[in-house]
């Protein structure tokens, strides 16, 4: 069969009807001697002119296969590989190239070249984003209460509806050091106009990073971290906070894992015209937390989250511990035709006691403490627009049932804008 190559060499070029009709030919000759070099290495001629990879790497893997030895051919294969957007086959023929003694110096720089280029396809993107532009409503904005109760000594303010205009935004980074190591990092900002009580337009950014060390078999991560914020109310200068803390993850198996967090802030408050004695809470806060999660089927997941946090002020009317539970569930579906709906809804409860009396009790000569019930109730539903981009509404009621009438309060809020995420 070696003396047929000749005559291939001279077969059909460049019309694309005879190279078709060729390929055939060889293919057919194929059937009955595979192992026929001069065959196959005319295969890969022809097919790679009609850029019929799949055809190509059909023909050099029968080469390999009678010559396994042969790092020219695994390169070969690698390259077409390459060509077709197969890069973990890319790379699997790449390593065996790279093991083998005949590679010379051009060969082997590059396979590291196409190794690198493999590998940077095949690894998800360190970076990760999530955005939103929207609107929302509130029944009572301010979170003003409904009547003056017999424990109120002053009055206070009443409800007031009110709406605001907002963008938000999240960049991630996890950049894989090594394979125990990687770099984490995460900056998230967010604003809010309101329409109607500007001394509520609300500025947020911060910004965290920390290593996570992660077991070989992935049960077990650690990830201590800083933290910095920053907060804007009413466009003055309001909260300034720095920290650090730990997270620790233990999956089960996939979709099934508990999180324990440890959090720290120094935070700093600010006086303004609106907030005259913000600097009482200026202070101390600590995070105790457990989040779990639970991937009940491929569509179905449920979310929950204990925490204790304990507030350190500078007033003791403004420090306290607050106790915090909720659950959510993540519902995947599809809808009217179209792919990857999310619905979740979710429920919250916190009690929080404050550990000093307010001015308004104190100058009443009264010894109340502050003591709250939040209740909240709500869902998330995602409608997808295309690729990574969806429409998102939120609901959420809230009601605070409190030992001080002037901190009763009940609010329903509805947010709604488009979101993209990648």
Sequence with gaps: MLAAAPSLAQGATGDPAALRAEID??????????????????????????????????AVERLIFYDPSNAALQLEAARFYMQIESYAAAAGYLKDAQALPDLDAAQRSEVATLLAQARRETEPSPWSGFGQIGARYQTNANHGSVALGLSEPLPFEKPEADWNSFALGTLGLAEP??????????????????????????GFAEATVGPRLTTEDGGLSIKPFAIVQGILLGDEPYQSAY??????????????????TFEYKNRSYYNSDDYPDATDQTGDFFTYAVDLNAEVTDN?????RLAYYNNQAAADYQSYDQYTVSL????????????DWSLSPFARYS?????????????????????????????????PL????????????????SNLDRDDYENLSVIFGPQGRF
Excluded: C, H
């Design 386 to 401: 295309r690729e990574n981009i969806a429409f998102g509404v939120a609901v959420e009621y809230s009601k605070n049932v």
């Design 300 to 304: 179905i997941a449920v979310v929950s």
């Design 25 to 58: 030919s060889v293919y057919q000759q194929l059937l009955v001697d595979p192992s026929d070099r001069a065959l196959n290495r005319r295969m890969i001629d022809i097919a790679v002119q009609l850029n019929d990879y799949d055809a190509a790497i059909g």
């Design 177 to 202: 050091v090594t394979d125990n190591l990687s770099i984490e990092a995460t900056v998230s900002g967010y604003y809010a106009d309101q329409a109607k009580i500007n001394r509520l337009d609300l």
């Design 243 to 260: 920290g650090g803390g730990v997270v620790t993850r233990l999956t089960f198996e996939e979709g099934w894992w508990v999180e324990p």
């Design 328 to 339: 959510a569930m993540l519902i995947g579906f599809d809808l009217l035709g179209v792919e």
């Design 351 to 383: 009690y929080t006691s404050f550990k000093g009396i307010a001015p308004t009790e104190a100058y009443a000569a009264l010894d109340t403490k502050r003591r709250d019930n939040l209740w909240s109730v709500g869902a998330n539903l995602e409608i």
